[in-house]
């Protein structure tokens, strides 16, 4: 008699194709064997995550599993809070958060991230501090009211969008600064101040930068291309 043990992996991957969340996590965690299996399935499969809606706990335990082959991230924080306000006591919502920022430094392979914020919460400043040791995070795109990147170093591609209305001239200018590869820049932020192409050029001149910097601003001022 056959049982599921005597299926090659491709098979088992073919199987996975058909499982929900829960049978996914139960495979994963079942054997030694069928870990292998899973994670060599996921590697394709959740190379691209997101964290939208209506999140479940079983979500996360299943980003835990994969997040060593996730790649792209997509996270929108409100659905986040929402979902460790229904689910955890005040007394585990400190712990609950912890975790899922250790979880975000677990993603080595990962490289771009997009985060969406409306109402602000420090969950975003801890999952910014979270990536500051990611080997290969190149692209970051923030739609969040408050801005906190001076330490994410190692950006190429930089992507934000401002909603809170007050000028944060000094911290896009630090990122300039602070990322020395980084060569797309683009800004939503009717608040930018009018000079804000004229300090950035001086940035770039003062660190001796040798990349061309694409700068983007949608707003008041046009866009334009630095070195």
């Not at 994969?66 to 585990?92: E, G, M």
């Amino acid at each position: 008699e056959t049982g599921i043990m005597d299926l090659n992996d491709y098979c088992l991957q073919k199987v996975l194709h058909y499982v929900d969340i829960k049978g996914q996590i139960s495979f994963a965690q079942s054997c030694t064997r069928f870990r292998d299996v899973f994670l060599a399935w996921s590697r394709c499969e959740y190379s691209y995550v997101s964290i939208i809606g209506d999140v479940e706990p079983m979500e996360l335990t299943l980003l835990s599993l994969v997040a060593s082959n996730v790649r792209k991230l997509n996270i929108f924080a409100d659905d986040l809070v929402s979902l460790f306000n229904d689910k955890y006591t005040d007394l585990k919502h400190h712990n609950v958060v912890s975790k899922f920022c250790n979880l975000i430094r677990s993603m080595d392979s990962l490289k771009s991230i997009k985060l969406w914020q409306v109402h602000p919460h420090p969950i975003v400043k801890h999952i910014l501090k979270a990536l500051i040791d990611l080997p290969h995070l190149r692209k970051l795109y923030l739609c969040i009211p408050i801005i906190y990147l001076t330490e994410l170093n190692s950006l190429r591609s930089l992507r934000i969008t401002l909603l809170h209305g007050m000028d944060i001239t000094s911290t896009y200018l630090q990122v300039i600064r602070s990322c020395k590869d980084l060569s797309f820049l683009r800004i939503f932020d009717y608040n930018i101040c009018p000079n804000f192409v004229c300090r950035a050029a001086e940035v770039l001149e003062e660190i001796e930068s040798e990349n061309t910097l694409h700068l983007r601003i949608h707003g008041r001022h046009s866009s334009h291309s630095l070195k």
